[in-house]
């Protein structure tokens, strides 16, 4: 894909969506956090539902941590994977206790550190919350970058790596947004809404799904008339 297609295709994006941000729902870099590490093999609306009471109750990782395992369960039962998850949110509130001062830390590296939380929610956590110019690469943007063509590459480090690469300046900070949100809502996995898809002209996809043929015009009613 040229340059110039991907100016377009960034472009189109921000004009259809300025501002975007993610869809969950949090109030400071440590309740992101939890979200995110919250969200892995779930969907955004079955944590936000989990948290609305969570952070209520615990939206410090002090807080958080005198939860402990088995208080902390019974806010997530609902969310995939919730036992290891609740392991996971005690044990790195006790790293940021123990070695940040209870604060999300804004390095890469110190985040990778922290249990449950790999390179995609950290680079989730340095966009949202600090305003990195990182993309974080989930199933919508790897399944995106690889079929429209925009950095098509055979893992989610690949692709992340040619974004970075080949996204221009100005669009870097809310990329990972935009195609989040429309590898969530356009370009679907099992059958991607092409018809309705605002770069559809500037997508290398091959398999492009056609728009749905109108129905056929009633006929005309035949008027009988009496004998």
């Not at 259809?16 to 109030?27: D, F, K, Q, R």
Request: glycine share 8%.
């Amino acid at each position: 894909m040229n340059p110039a297609k991907r100016q377009e295709i960034y472009r189109r994006l921000r004009e259809a969506n300025p501002s975007p941000t993610t869809e969950l729902v949090y109030s400071s870099p440590f309740e992101l956090l939890v979200a995110v590490v919250l969200s892995a093999q779930a969907t955004d609306k079955s944590v936000n539902k989990a948290t609305a009471g969570l952070y209520k109750i615990a939206n410090t990782p002090a807080k958080m941590a005198a939860l402990g395992v088995a208080g902390l369960e019974p806010y997530i039962r609902t969310i995939g994977l919730y036992r290891t998850k609740a392991k996971n949110v005690i044990a790195l509130c006790g790293i940021l206790l123990g070695e940040h001062a209870g604060e999300v830390p804004a390095e890469r590296e110190a985040l990778e550190r922290l249990p449950g939380v790999g390179r995609k929610t950290a680079n989730v956590v340095l966009n949202t919350a600090f305003g990195q110019p990182t993309i974080a690469v989930d199933t919508h943007i790897f399944r995106v970058a690889n079929r429209t063509g925009l950095a098509p590459g055979k893992d989610p480090l690949e692709v992340e790596r040619r974004l970075v690469k080949f996204t221009p300046p100005e669009f870097m900070q809310d990329a990972h947004h935009w195609l989040i949100l429309h590898g969530r809502y356009t370009c679907d996995a099992r059958k991607p809404r092409c018809p309705a898809c605002l770069i559809r002209d500037l997508c290398e996809y091959r398999g492009k799904t056609p728009a749905e043929p109108a129905p056929p015009a009633p006929g005309r009613r035949r008027l009988r008339l009496g004998s």
